[in-house]
């Protein structure tokens, strides 16, 4: 299958290279100069993941991020920032916003690819266990609604991961692990992980998603 990808980049030399690299490892590539034409192509095609600079006139990467967070159709569309702004305080601004990876220019290809074939996997299957169950059960009398992102942190806090353990595989910050969990704390009533875990357990919360 081949992915379709978005590469949003305004140095057109630069986002040449890079789409001939990677329709050369299988992948779809379109090209935007942009966050607003992004924004445009991402409601006329399907894409699988999108790769965009931060800093770009017009629109800038952040407000790209943020204009399709606020789309329902494109919200759930993985973004990978690749800029030159590399200061662990832009990293962790776009963490929070919800990026999906950040590499700085300049970067090694081979590592860009491996990010986009690792997190379009990691995306597929969460959608294919995800879709089944997004609503899980708390009694008879009660339902507790989870985003795809806190369904995600429930099933690997259920399976022992620490925080720092789950920020790495889910390519995020430990300070974004630990907002998703209190949330989870408080939508069970439960006060800590240990509890979270007994209670998700003896409520087979998880039960429709595994299957």
């Known amino acids: 299958m081949s992915y379709k990808l978005m590469l949003v980049e305004n140095d057109t030399v630069l986002s040449?290279?890079?789409q001939e690299y990677?329709?050369?490892h299988g992948f779809n590539v379109y090209t935007a100069n942009n966050g607003l034409e992004a924004f445009n192509l991402a409601n006329q095609y399907n894409f699988n993941l999108i790769i965009s600079d931060i800093m770009m006139p017009i629109v800038n990467g952040y407000e790209l991020l943020e204009k399709l967070q606020a789309t329902k159709r494109l919200s759930k569309i993985p973004v990978v920032f690749l800029t030159a702004k590399g200061m662990t305080k832009d990293r962790i601004k776009g963490y929070d916003m919800g990026c999906y990876g950040y590499l700085s220019k300049p970067f090694e290809p081979e590592e860009l690819v491996s990010l986009i074939k690792n997190l379009i996997a990691r995306h597929v299957l969460q959608h294919k266990s995800i879709e089944k169950?997004?609503?899980?059960?708390q009694s008879k009398n009660n339902i507790i609604h989870l985003t795809p992102r806190e369904v995600s942190i429930l099933d690997l806090v259920v399976d022992?991961?620490?925080?720092?353990?789950?920020s790495t595989i889910l390519n995020t910050s430990i300070r974004n692990v630990e907002k998703y969990v209190s949330r989870l704390l408080q939508k069970t009533k439960t006060k800590n992980r240990t509890l979270l875990v007994k209670y998700s357990i003896n409520n087979n919360l998880l039960d429709d998603i595994d299957n």
């Open 16 to 18: 040449k290279v890079i």
């Open 160 to 166: 022992g991961l620490t925080n720092k353990e789950i």
């Open 22 to 24: 990677l329709i050369d």
């Open 133 to 137: 169950f997004s609503i899980i059960k």
